[in-house]
């Protein structure tokens, strides 16, 4: 009987650990072969609730496609396509995707708050964004974005909120933002930006916050800072080949003459201790 009893409980232990491994491994490579070989492109329904402040949003959860299969069929659970207003495709409900089209904003060309972020996406089409000529906020962040097409964002008038931190991208074509002239807060830190190219960029009449920290920049040329964003308040660039110290200094100096605030101050003292 103790033998028997033995063997019955490591054949449960055995089969624990198997499910248990299973699972690990599928929240790790996000199971993205589930939909290799499928034709045609699948549906994948949206959850709809509605905010407080009548904000129409359509939550996906499990979306599951590979680069070789990336176009989807989005579809809402019942609120009518022309009235949601928010779109997030589930990066942190075990959503996962290698390819953003434009799918999305075919479906929902109403959308002002997208978020896309926590998806595993390393590419995002050039026409991704196109339909969504309302589009406000809109969240890229985690994910391994490499590489922006320059005309990514050539319909999108209305960005006032762009979040690309958190990817691996080493540059950014400065045309890329030619059309954002509203924007008002932009995160590019966590990135592997070597270089900002400040003198081809546009002049941002509305950007308040800039955050650049956790990169690879070793030159702000700050000289062109108050003339490229005359309304920015808050900026961040630690983390960066900043090395020396009497650069900060003077770095902090110029910021707090225009009434900018930045976390050079916390980067001075981390130098000192060191």
Known sequence: MCKIGLVVTVMIFIGLLFIGTYFIWKAIIGDDICRR??????????????????VNECSFKNICLDARHAKFIPESDDSPENKTTTIDLGGGSGSRMQTLTADIC???????????SFL???????????ECKKLEKLNLGYNYLEYLDPTIFIENFE??????YYNRLREIDPGI??????LEKLHLEGNFLVSFQMKALPVFVN?????????????????????????LRYLSVCDNF?????????LIEYFSEKFIQTDLNFCLNE????
């Open 177 to 182: 933002f030619r059309n954002l002239l509203k």
């Open 242 to 250: 900043l090395s020396d110290r009497l650069d900060v200094k003077i």
């Open 207 to 231: 950007l308040k916050s800039l955050f650049l920290n956790r990169n690879e920049l070793k030159n702000l040329e700050i000289k062109r800072f108050y003339k490229k964003f005359p309304k």
């Open 159 to 164: 960005i006032k909120y762009l979040y690309l």
């Open 120 to 130: 595993g996406l390393t590419k995002i089409n050039e026409n991704a964004f196109n």
């Open 271 to 274: 130098m000192e201790k060191n």
């Open 37 to 54: 070989g499928t034709s045609p492109p699948p549906i994948y329904k949206c959850r709809t609730t509605v905010t407080i402040f009548g």
């Open 106 to 116: 075919a479906k929902f060309p109403t959308v002002i708050n997208y978020r896309a």
